[in-house]
């Protein structure tokens, strides 16, 4: 808080901004105005994410083909998945490290009831819609099992979220003894990879709408805002009335749907679930969100950001094949790129602050 | 006189091992009684630890060590971790075999120096010790040591993908790590293979480190760039997930040659279905089965007959040679 | 012009583990009076304060308003009764802009099904979020900055507003003249006789000494979790008041 180290003197001055809140701050030129847009964070993201295609395109025209586009789509959507509910999620100052796991566990769990009513000669339709439902109950599960932890045994986020991570991943050898999960019926593929609109898949669009709906609650609703509180200052949200406990464990079941969709995702790409799907998929997640400029500290952030910066670290991977960089360098490449990108939020953020005070 | 010898010969055996020099020449059929053992011939007692009891490869194993079992006359006790490939829980099981008191041992273990101390002391308790698949540090005091040939595995997948695209033509190997040996010693196969064939380019590696998706998405991007690819190697079971996912997308599945690697179930459905053109089966029945000789071998004196280092051929299995082949499957 | 007690505590204990806070403290609050809560640092007020507001229940005791014993679940409770509480640097959320704090926890919603699944009414609350500050006394410039840009000054000021703005019975303000230079801090004290006009109860915690003594109508000292002095101002002086926080006498007059 720099008004600590203020004399009287500036105090005193600094009164008529007092009685008049937030006066005299804004920008008057056009020029001030549109250096403020560029400094915004998501504006920078998608420059670099125009540069990133520019490169890779100028490099590779196939780059921007249809193919090569739903390619990256389909790249995008798991991760996007799980990075909506990890906005959530840090945005209260948390962190949720069992996405990656309870993606594996709902996904083969939802192969498995679909292989189980196929062979039962169930219609193929409601046996997806089962598995899928199955999906999404194991995800909200693990989900409500990390509100538990965090809110009534009082477990920090990071310890919680790992705990379950781990027994996931045990889960998963349970049911799956290691060993892929297949034998749904063939709409399992149509439905996972038929193209509609050139680029897009139904599930593309299902994960399409899922994000425009996470996105507008955090926004436009109280229950965002109310995320945005608890992150900011939890005590201050509890003294305001709001049920913090409550809150979280709702985030934290949010976060495990999502998983669960992206589980399900994956396995109508592969057509089968797989024991290692989605491992090390929270941390592509977490890099997503902290690229797009939401705060591990909680309480900012926004959801075009986490767009931009899924879009960002999928895309990169497929560029690089492309343009035929080996495998090595691609993880030398992601990591420069989130060095970048918190470096330029610090920089950002740093001179945000310097505006404000100088009064 | 029969069980003196047996006796001694028991004890020589092992440390018989380093000096093998193979002179016995007596062939022990019949049953032979345990150490501990009475007037009545008694039947032995070989115990077989696994990585992991659920993996369909170690349960093609076992299915092979119980059928040869049933034809030596020897009782089996097949028990390993049921779900986990680990020292912690795999060490349990070799120490509950040390304190029965089994004739004989083999081993699969799941570190080479975490299980050496379990390994020793079966030895030093007088009972023979064999390992397979993997093997312990020091193999000094080992009956034998049986393996597949991961080295052999990657040529035989490189001269069958060759003869597949009738020798030149584009082609792609999507790898799953990049440090693992098993993956590592496939490569070198596959690339020396290729090396025969200079019609053919190698066009790209990649890493799917056991991730499906990252396979699938790596072929797609591969068949964007390389539109008339004519082959793909995936060289384990994750990659050839994600891969056959992607030929399938692609809408070029049987349009591709894919070799692939193991015979799990699902893996041999998508033979039979024309997504994968060939796999590479190991024979774990068989290893198991060899050890199982070996230590018999091995508890009645015949070391003549012990081969010290075994490094098992792999299986093509095709579509066209189903018929024969089929029997490769883990388990069948 | 005594008027009925609106808010009284009475016997209030509450022990951290092996550290006891609060003592059998007791306090009345008339409405329209303001009382003046002060003592040494760890003499117990800010549990007090969190004992009052809800944030906190106390081991035994019992909070009675307008006659009727009361028992705070949360600070919801006190909320909904109309009890409004500054507390010491922790009441607002920085990352949160003016409006979404003072309508923190009572956000104006969109009429209709919008409403109903939460959407919130932006122009509504920055409408009203200006009009309420305005009534509490406080001018309002409405830019949808967030809280963290403005200075100490200037976030205290809306945590006032905030609190006088909501209060319908009591209102409790946690050392509210801290990072305030002298010509703010008179700005709050008439606040505060603002709210004792509309009739509110306000109790005022304060370690400035002749703020206490200028704008009360009585003072409660607490020292190591007990009351020890419960007297109208005009009993003190800054010397006599300073030894009874200090322990050095007994009440005012001692």
Known sequence: MSSNTRTNRENDSAVAAADEIGGGHEPNSPQGRLKQVLMRQDVILLGVLIAMVAFFTSMNPLFLSTNSLANVLQDWAPVMLLAIGQTYVIITAGIDLSVGSTLGLAGVSGALIIRQLHESAVDPTVAIMLGLLTALVVGATVGLINGLLITRVKLAPFIATLATMGAGAGAILVLTKGVQIAGGPREVVTLGTTRVLGVLTIPLLIVIVILVIAWLVLEQTRFGRWNYAIGSNSFAARAAGINVDLHLIKVYMLSGLMAGFAGMFLYLRLGSGSPTSGSGYELTAIAAVVIGGTSLFGGSGKMSGTVLGAFITTSVLSGLILIGVGPYWQQVVVGVLIAIAVGMQQVGAGKLKRGATSA | MVRMRTMVASAAAVGALALTAGCSAENATETTPSPGGDETPQQLTIGFVPGIASDPFFLAMQQGAEEHAAELGIELIWQGAPDEYSPQSQIPFVQSMI?????????????????????????????????????????????????????????????????????????????????????????????????????????????????????????????????????????????????????????????????????????????????????????????????????????????????????????????????????????? | MPESIVY?????????????????????????????????????????????????????????????????????????????????????????????????????????????????????????????????????????????????????????????????????????????????????????????????????????????????????????????????????????????ITGLSQGATA
């Open chain 2, 99 to 332: 304190t029965q008191q089994v004739d004989g041992l083999i081993v699969v273990p799941t570190d080479p120096d975490a299980l050496q101390p379990s390994v020793d002391e079966a030895i030093a308790a007088g009972i023979p010790v064999a390992t397979v698949d993997t093997t312990v540090t020091d193999q000094s005091g080992l009956v034998s040591h049986i393996t597949g040939d991961n080295v052999d595995g990657g040529h035989l997948a490189g001269v069958t993908l060759a003869e597949q695209i009738g020798g030149s033509g584009q082609v792609f190997l999507m790898s799953g790590s990049p440090t693992a040996t098993t993956n590592t010693l496939r490569q070198q196969g596959f690339e020396e293979a290729l090396a025969d064939y200079p019609d053919i380019e190698l066009v790209g590696i990649e890493f799917a480190n056991s991730q499906p998706a990252t396979a699938t998405s790596a072929v797609t991007a591969t068949l964007i760039q390389y539109p008339d690819l004519a082959g793909i190697f995936a060289i384990d079971g994750t990659s050839g997930t994600g891969t056959a996912a992607a030929l399938r997308n692609a809408g070029v599945a049987g349009d591709v040659a894919f070799i692939g690697y193991d015979a799990y179930e699902n893996q041999v459905a998508d033979l039979q279905e024309g997504v994968f053109s060939a796999l590479i089966a190991q024979k774990p029945g068989e290893m198991a089965a060899l050890a199982l000789d070996f230590i018999v071998a091995a508890i009645n004196g015949d070391t003549g007959t012990i081969e010290p280092n075994v490094v098992m051929e792999n299986v093509v299995m095709t579509n066209e040679n189903f018929a024969e082949t089929s029997v490769f499957q883990y388990p069948n």
């Open chain 3, 8 to 244: 009284e505590a009475k016997d209030i204990c509450k022990s951290y583990g092996s550290v006891t806070a609060l003592e059998g403290a007791s306090l009345s609050l008339r409405a329209g009076e303001i009382v003046g809560l002060v003592g040494d640092n760890g003499a117990g007020k800010s549990t007090l304060v969190k004992v009052l507001s809800g944030a906190l229940r106390p081991d035994s005791g019992t909070l009675t308003m307008d006659g009727e014993q009361r028992e705070w679940q949360s600070p919801r409770g006190a909320l909904d009764a109309g009890v409004e509480t500054l507390y010491q640097d922790s009441g607002l959320c920085p990352d949160l802009t003016v409006s979404g704090n003072v309508f923190l926890g009572r956000e104006i919603l969109r009429p209709g099904l919008l409403g109903k699944l939460g959407v919130l009414d932006k122009p509504a609350l920055e409408r009203e979020a200006r009009e309420a500050l305005d009534r509490a006394g406080i001018g309002f410039a409405g830019v949808r900055r967030t809280v963290n840009q403005f200075s100490g000054g200037q976030r205290q000021a809306v945590a006032i507003g905030r609190a006088v703005a909501w209060a319908r019975k009591v209102v409790i303000l946690d050392e509210p003249t801290n990072h305030l230079g002298a010509r703010q801090a008179n700005e709050v004290l008439r606040v505060m006789r603002k709210a004792k006009e509309q009739g509110l109860g306000v109790i005022f915690i304060s370690h400035t000494l002749p703020h206490v003594l200028e704008v009360t109508d009585r003072v409660v000292v607490l020292r190591l979790g007990k009351v020890v002095a419960d007297e109208p101002t005009a009993n003190f002086t800054p010397d006599t008041l300073l030894k009874v």
